[in-house]
DNA sequence: TGCAGTGTTGCTTC
DNA sequence: CGAAGCAACACTGC
């Protein structure tokens, strides 16, 4: 489930790998003549949608790769930016792949030399990049929910897509000040519920949010405005630290999210709260386990001891 | 075997 | 207006 740290690390394996390259061609099997749902009608997964991009991507170049939230935005020589959002299984990697015809399927070729790429998540490309370069930048996401559409580089950040998104927790201007005032705009929300609300702070998911959380010592059904505002300075801490040890680890790869090359991200084996239900609380002196609970509809984990409930 | 669980976003409903 | 529920989708595990 790519956040903040797994988008940051995949952007800057795009700076490392694909920058300076020339798009060659552009292939998925995400696009339908018909799309079910309206807000598909102005990505890959619409056919005709799907025919204007190829036309506009082939025999351009790839400037540089960018962050916002948890959006990758790809700025092309001629002026466009591709915009992914890989949603939950998506993940980007690149290497030589090869198209069977027959199957209309790609597999790494056979004289990659990456393992990695054949790991079993690392199936179920649905978007192929095939540079002039003869590689390819893949997408790979078994529940086919990611976005990919085209903008205007210099409308990307004023378009339904990314107007409206929080400030970025990492920004240099944004501190312990600007993060009590953005969360303070839901006073009532539970706080682990408000942490994820893009539209308050961009970048933070379900794992970095009870991470976070875990060590500050707040319990996800905390109400915000209850938080006395030392605590709320230390959760603005907390998140920081969470998000940069998860850059610091190449990401988390619990579920499907891999690096640039295929490898898994390493903070899966940071986790204090995430997933360890049942477990004990690994706060030292601390004798509480790790619950969970639903919150606003995701699974929240947490200490049944350290973490307090404001309220 | 069937169904709950997995998590992000955006649309619908209240 | 805001909050909550659900759909989009595919696979895993009990």
């Not at 797994?6 to 700076?15: A, C, I």
């Not at 749902?37 to 005709?48: A, E, F, G, N």
């Not at 994820?196 to 998911?205: P, Y």
Request: glycine share 8%; charged share 25%.
């Amino acid at each position: 489930m790519p956040e903040l740290p797994e988008v940051q690390t995949t952007v800057d394996g795009l700076n490392k790998t694909v920058k300076g390259l020339t798009i060659q061609e552009v292939w998925t099997d995400l696009a339908k003549k018909t799309v079910s749902r309206p807000d598909y009608k102005d990505t890959i997964k619409s056919l005709s949608f799907f025919e204007n991009f190829r036309e506009t991507v082939r025999g351009k170049k790839i400037l540089s790769a960018e962050r916002r939230a948890k959006n990758i935005l790809i700025n092309l020589s001629d002026g466009h930016t591709i915009l992914i959002h890989m949603k939950m299984t998506g993940h980007m990697m690149y290497g030589s792949y090869t198209h069977d015809a027959t199957t209309n399927e790609w597999t790494p070729a056979t004289h990659e030399k990456n393992d990695a790429l054949r790991d079993p998540f690392n199936k179920f490309l649905r978007v192929v990049f095939t540079f002039t370069n003869g590689k390819q930048l893949v997408l790979s996401d078994v529940r086919k929910f990611a976005k990919v559409t085209l903008l205007s580089t210099k409308e990307a950040h004023g378009t339904k897509h990314l107007a409206g998104l929080g400030p970025e927790p990492l920004h240099t201007t944004f501190d312990a000040h600007a993060f009590i005032e953005r969360i303070g705009k839901k006073p009532n929300g539970k706080i682990k519920s408000v942490l994820m609300d893009q539209s308050v702070i961009s970048g933070v998911g379900n794992i970095y949010s009870d991470e976070a959380l875990w060590l500050a010592s707040i319990h996800p059904l905390s109400i915000v405005s209850k938080i006395p505002p030392v605590e709320q300075k230390k959760l603005f801490t907390a998140v920081q630290a969470v998000l940069h040890k998860g850059i610091d680890f190449g990401g988390d790869s619990t579920s499907d999210y891999r690096q640039i090359d295929g490898t898994r991200g390493k903070f899966s084996y940071q986790h204090n709260a995430y997933r360890l239900t049942g477990k004990k609380c690994m706060k030292p002196k601390c004798s509480g386990a790790i619950l969970r609970r639903v919150v606003g509809g995701r699974s929240a984990h947490f200490c049944s001891i350290h973490q307090k409930l404001w309220e």
